[in-house]
């Protein structure tokens, strides 16, 4: 059973646009949401991540939106950029236990 | 090390043969995990480690597959009699906390 699922699957976004991937998760136990960022030929880096307590985060171009009741959760690049091209996973964790989504590949358009 | 350290970053072997991949964590970190990402696949859970405590096995496919990590700090994957489906990029993380995983650039496995 997928954990997490997440999608799209791909985007495809023009510079300056703002691209928003979505994760759903099921297991009310999970404490800890974050986003990560993976490059050709490299291992995912952590982007930006969230606590169940806060609605919304948010680091210069990037927002995590979080809706408990729901159990929902998106991603918002905003002014999107060639160099945001990359492979973007959600996560879902509780003791120490990750779960990824199955990730979403984005190409920002010149 | 500043990072997450793998070895060796490619590795091609033929079927049936065994492999092992070498993590080498952040100094410090008491959490290991392994992963792997199949071709523009997701992240598959295959193994934790967390202190001195019992490793969390339940993701590995197969009992091909075996992880072991010295000291609390070094791990080895191996993988036994490997196959084609075998075939992918293995990523080895480390954490200190409960948050923030850290991944190494994996090894890309190819079983010819």
Redesign the interface.
Known sequence: QQQVKQSPQSLIVQKGGISIINCAYENTAFDYFPWYQQFPGKGPALLIAIRPDVSEKKEGRFTISFNKSAKQFSLHIMDSQPGDSATYFCAASNFNKFYFGSGTKLNVKP | GAG?SQSPSNKVTEKGKDVELRCDPISGHT?L?W?RQSL????E?LI?F?GNSAP?KSGLPSDRFSAERTGGSVSTLTIQRTQQEDSAVY?C?S?LG?????????TRLTVV
């Open positions: 997450v959490a995990y992963y523009g696949q997701g992240l859970f934790y967390q969390d990523l993380a954490s409960v948050s923030v995983i850290t991944f190494g650039s994996g």
